[in-house]
């Protein structure tokens, strides 16, 4: 595949159409935030803590914006890294079966595995004027395996709203509010906190001493993209666990009826109750931390591009 291809297929699998509004939902709703605590001071100045509790809000509203664009993107990307093995079933399967090319693409039925079922059920008394007619709505049954198809199987929105309903789209999104919010609070409080020290630092040598730190003058550009960077760096490695149980709950897929028996029987997600609060599963405690280095480099690398675009428009627009 050649460079130009590569690209074509990441933006196509992973485009900008679902970081964009995210990014504007964080940045924008930090500066609505700050720009109400500012009100009334004399130097502008945030406080860190303030900072951080801007950020955790900043990053609550952007993971919920965010969520159903991920939850898409993961799916297709896990489906470009799968190679679908295309199955044709026959005509007469297709028109016994008709919800099975809905339910279960790829899937063919187990026709063993069906007789045995009819077999099993033949002996009851059957109060239902169509059991067996009933039974084919129910394609799980057919493939005999029990359970529900691969995410790479249902990436398409109408796929995923049909097999596991509207709530879907929002599947991780416990996971996600935890991951932006520790995000977001780390990344703007480490940034507030790199910034006013280096506007201290510059006042000191400063004659006449200045009033406030507002009278420091400005962070040079180079500097205040280098802080960002550092801060997205140190921002990724304390929220990474988050991004994985995220990741993996965005990769199961549970049909609706799976979800209406666990509402009717009251079931207790298992593990401890921050996991059960954040929606992580004990079964992947030990690949929380898998893949910090690359999210931490992306991270670091991604905020210092951001700052520094950021400050050259505003320098040639402005």
């Known amino acids: ?35 109400f605590y500012k009100d009334g ?37 896990v489906g470009s890294a799968i190679p679908m093995k295309a199955t044709n079933p026959a005509n007469v399967v297709q028109e016994s ?6 339910l279960l693409p790829g899937h063919v039925p187990d026709m063993r595995v069906w007789n045995g079922s009819v077999s099993l059920l033949s002996n009851l008394s059957p109060k239902h004027p169509d059991m067996m007619g009933a039974l084919k709505q129910h394609p799980w049954m057919l493939t ?12 398409v929105p109408s796929r995923v709203i049909a097999l596991e309903g509207w709530g879907a789209l929002w599947r991780g999104l416990r996971p996600g509010v935890a991951r932006d919010c520790v995000f977001s609070g780390m990344f703007f409080s480490c940034w507030q906190f790199i910034h006013t020290a280096m506007l201290t630092w510059q006042s ?47 990769c199961t897929v549970i049909p609706k009826y799976i979800a209406m028996e666990r509402r009717f029987l009251k079931w ?6 921050i996991e059960r609060v954040t929606g992580t599963s004990p079964a992947d405690r030990n690949v929380l931390f898998r893949g910090i280095g690359l999210r931490m480099a992306r991270s670091g690398i991604a905020s210092f591009v951001l700052v520094g675009s950021y400050y050259l428009a505003v320098d040639q627009l402005l």
């Not at 590569?6 to 935030?33: C, I, N, Q, W």
């Not at 993209?225 to 304390?238: H, I, K, R, T, W």
């Open 41 to 77: 001071r004399e130097d502008n100045h945030v406080n860190y803590s303030e900072a951080m509790l801007a950020g955790i809000t900043a990053g609550a509203v952007e993971a919920f914006v965010c969520t159903p664009f991920e939850l898409l993107k993961l799916r297709s990307q």
């Open 144 to 155: 005999g395996s029990g359970k529900p198809p691969l995410p790479s199987d249902v990436q």
């Open 97 to 102: 079966f008709p919800l099975l090319s809905k």
């Open 204 to 250: 000191v040598n400063m004659n006449p001493e200045p009033r406030n730190l507002e009278e420091a003058g400005p962070v040079p550009p180079l500097a205040s993209s280098l802080a960002a960077g550092f801060s997205g760096v140190v921002a990724a490695a304390a929220s990474h666990t988050f991004d994985t149980a995220k990741s993996r709950s965005q």
């Open 268 to 273: 207790r997600a298992p593990g401890m109750w």
């Open 1 to 35: 595949m050649e460079i130009r291809h590569a690209v074509d297929r990441l933006m196509h699998v992973s485009g900008p159409a679902g970081k964009l509004p995210g990014l504007g939902a964080r940045f924008g709703t930090y500066e609505l935030l700050t720009a």
